[in-house]
């Protein structure tokens, strides 16, 4: 598989060896214990811990993760799970853990935990490769590139190298992404971590969250937090996952080429300010993007007037749900200030690509703008 294109590793990544008779993707396993005699030494025992159905999905992830290298992965039930499992193995009352200040939403979140446990945390922005100022002492540094929802970009390489020299580990959400557009773990991090609920899986209708890792011990201590606070996916989500997958090349490459389009086309618009998408050669990040990413991903990002016009834009749009997750086939886009956790202008847009047609759905902008703006 490794010397196979990304479209044939996605449809073919963790199927079983063929079995006649049998289905190419086994059906999702339903099972909170397994026959078990004697002494447990089999790879399935109980459904907290294990399920043939992870196992599928989580070898699949792997593939696509790093195709040329011995690699675990662990599922979650949710991306934030994924995130916990990371974080809360690794470190201890009186380590320091660096972050992003302008990442994830839920990142203020994990911080105010982190410290509640005795953890320090510092932060500093995706941008600049600025969180080398804070390293010194630190036991994780956890990177967000490109970032949710600035679309800042930082020097993955450059960073690993830093930490590692310091005695310091290195995981990346690599959620905008995806192991198509980045590998990580390629990059010299110690974990690939992703929210699967997005661009992975890709139709909106499931949760779900991976860690991959290189280190068998890291890999150890994160399945370990997975079977401690039970953050497991559900058979089914995990199997839908698997089959969405196949398509998962497909998506991305209409998604990213379309994402560049709009890009370009929003450049031209007069009431259009601060747009981002990393793939376009006249944004900051595109030097350290093009180094490192082979895919831009789904989301371009960027600001209206005011709060008013942002709400009439997303109001005027007809192929675009209002929606506050990122990288499906169905495009999605909403005003990100309403939540009130992001350090955004009012009229900041973050807008998901979706699979529709180009034509169509840069037509439905154009208008939406124009009637946004009378």
């Given at each position: 598989?490794?010397?196979?294109?990304?479209?044939?590793?996605?449809?073919?990544?963790?199927?079983?060896?063929?079995?006649?008779?049998?289905?190419?993707?086994?059906?999702?396993?339903?099972?909170?214990?397994?026959?078990?005699?004697?002494?447990?030494?089999?790879?399935?025992?109980?459904?907290?811990?294990?399920?043939?159905?992870?196992?599928?999905?989580?070898?699949?992830?792997?593939?696509?993760?790093?195709?040329?290298?011995?690699?675990?992965?662990?599922?979650?039930?949710?991306?934030?799970?994924?995130?916990?499992?990371?974080?809360?193995?690794?470190?201890?009352?009186?380590?320091?853990?660096?972050?992003?200040?302008?990442?994830?939403?839920?990142?203020?979140?994990?911080?105010?935990?982190?410290?509640?446990?005795?953890?320090?945390?510092?932060?500093?922005?995706?941008?600049?490769?600025?969180?080398?100022?804070?390293?010194?002492?630190?036991?994780?540094?956890?990177?967000?590139?490109?970032?949710?929802?600035?679309?800042?970009?930082?020097?993955?390489?450059?960073?690993?190298?830093?930490?590692?020299?310091?005695?310091?580990?290195?995981?990346?959400?690599?959620?905008?992404?995806?192991?198509l557009g980045q590998r990580p773990l390629e990059l010299g991090a110690d974990f690939s971590v992703a929210s699967d609920t997005k661009g992975m899986t890709g139709h909106g209708d499931i949760?779900?969250?991976?860690?991959?890792?290189?280190?068998?011990?890291?890999?150890?201590?994160?399945?370990?937090?997975?079977?401690?606070?039970?953050?497991?996916?559900?058979?089914?989500?995990?199997?839908?996952?698997?089959?969405?997958?196949?398509?998962?090349?497909?998506?991305?490459?209409?998604?990213?080429?379309?994402?560049?389009?709009?890009?370009?086309?929003?450049?031209?618009?007069?009431?259009?300010?601060?747009?981002?998408?990393?793939?376009?050669?006249?944004?900051?990040?595109?030097?350290?993007?093009?180094?490192?990413?082979?895919?831009?991903?789904?989301?371009?990002?960027?600001?209206?007037?005011?709060?008013?016009?942002?709400?009439?834009?997303?109001?005027?749009?007809?192929?675009?749900?209002?929606?506050?997750?990122?990288?499906?086939?169905?495009?999605?886009?909403?005003?990100?200030?309403?939540?009130?956790?992001?350090?955004?202008?009012?009229?900041?847009?973050?807008?998901?690509?979706?699979?529709?047609?180009?034509?169509?759905?840069?037509?439905?902008?154009?208008?939406?703008?124009?009637?946004?703006?009378?």
């Amino acid at each position: 598989m490794s010397a196979m294109g990304d479209g044939t590793r996605a449809v073919r990544a963790g199927l079983p060896e063929p079995e006649q008779y049998e289905p190419t993707l086994p059906g999702p396993v339903f099972a909170a214990h397994f026959h078990l005699s004697g002494v447990p030494v089999g790879p399935y025992t109980y459904g907290r811990e294990t399920n043939p159905t992870w196992t599928h999905l989580e070898r699949a992830i792997s593939e696509l993760e790093a195709p040329e290298e011995q690699v675990e992965t662990t599922v979650f039930a949710s991306g934030m799970a994924a995130v916990s499992a990371v974080l809360l193995s690794v470190a201890r009352a009186g380590d320091a853990v660096v972050l992003p200040d302008d990442g994830y939403q839920a990142l203020p979140l994990v911080r105010e935990q982190l410290e509640a446990y005795g953890i320090e945390v510092r932060t500093a922005a995706t941008g600049g490769d600025a969180q080398l100022e804070v390293l010194d002492g630190a036991k994780l540094l956890w990177i967000e590139t490109p970032s949710n929802p600035g679309l800042d970009v930082c020097d993955v390489r450059r960073l690993v190298e830093a930490a590692h020299a310091a005695g310091v580990l290195v995981a990346v959400d690599n959620t905008l992404a995806t192991p198509l557009g980045q590998r990580p773990l390629e990059l010299g991090a110690d974990f690939s971590v992703a929210s699967d609920t997005k661009g992975m899986t890709g139709h909106g209708d499931i949760l779900l969250g991976h860690v991959t890792c290189r280190d068998p011990l890291l890999s150890a201590g994160v399945r370990r937090w997975r079977k401690v606070v039970g953050a497991i996916p559900g058979p089914m989500e995990a199997w839908l996952a698997h089959r969405s997958l196949s398509t998962l090349q497909l998506r991305v490459d209409r998604q990213c080429s379309t994402a560049l389009v709009l890009a370009e086309t929003l450049a031209k618009r007069t009431e259009v300010a601060g747009l981002r998408y990393p793939g376009l050669p006249e944004d900051p990040s595109y030097p350290t993007a093009v180094r490192q990413m082979r895919r831009f991903g789904s989301v371009v990002s960027f600001v209206l007037a005011d709060k008013e016009t942002a709400e009439r834009f997303l109001t005027a749009l007809r192929l675009v749900d209002d929606a506050t997750s990122f990288g499906g086939v169905r495009s999605t886009a909403e005003r990100r200030a309403r939540w009130g956790g992001d350090a955004v202008p009012e009229g900041f847009i973050r807008f998901s690509v979706g699979a529709e047609d180009p034509v169509d759905l840069l037509a439905d902008v154009e208008r939406a703008l124009d009637e946004a703006g009378r």
